[in-house]
């Protein structure tokens, strides 16, 4: 296995009950790292914390809801009185929205960008400024997307709100450099999670096709055929949270299997 230095490194995962967010706590136990788990779904995240226990690695499981930003500030002081540092965040909280925009309503709006965007803000600054007074040099890694990239139909407010992840990387990145703190983002293509599922059946029908004519329409352009595995977001997760990309910062970088080059 590959030694990425994170045996005994602190990582605090958002979105741990499922998806992308699940598997990225579990390859990160993998590399012998210890987990704070957060997540809304508070039976999910536990599973998660389970699973991860079951390898032999610490782990303190907690329910958040990201769009509560006094909660936000109490889940990761609690993560620090517990562990004592927090090394690495790897920001995987977020959801989808299917609609066109000129159907969008302004309450949906807010839901996705604070979900998504605004809960990144928040975390990553209190992560962030508790690494600057301890004096470590940490890894921020957040989940993006190619819809930052790539304007989709029916996809507009996720992607507006993956913008703004890019753009709070890339800032954050700049701010925090001279601390020593590396952050960036990933921009995965279509991965194969419960949330592309709810994708198929809610975009699909936005131009006339059934969520299989739609996941087909989508996986054929991808060059290499297939969705990604969330496992292999993971894997890129801890590769960023690793001593080996100490000179990668403020970047958005895309893992689409050759579907967008940008």
Known sequence: MLDYGLEGKNVYVTGAARGIGKATALVFASYGANLILADI?????????KEIEAMGRKTLSQKLDVRDFDAIEDCVEKAI??????????????????????ELSLSEWDK????NGKSIF?????????????????KVISISSQASKLAELGNGVYGCSKVTVNMLTHIFALELAKYG???NAICPGYVNTEMMQTV????GPIEGMTPEQYEEKLTARVPMGRMAEPEEIGEFMAYLASGKSSYITGMALTIAGGSTHI
């Open 122 to 138: 928040a975390i990553t600054k209190a992560v962030t400024n508790h690494m600057i007074e301890k004096g470590i040099k940490g």
């Open 181 to 183: 703190i590396n952050i």
């Open 200 to 203: 198929f059946r809610e975009r």
């Open 81 to 102: 009185e517990t562990f004592g540092e927090i090394h690495v965040l790897a920001n995987c909280a977020g959801i989808s929205h299917s609609c066109l925009l000129n």
């Open 41 to 49: 779904n508070k039976e999910g995240v536990e599973k998660t914390a």
């Open 112 to 115: 996705v960008m604070d979900i």
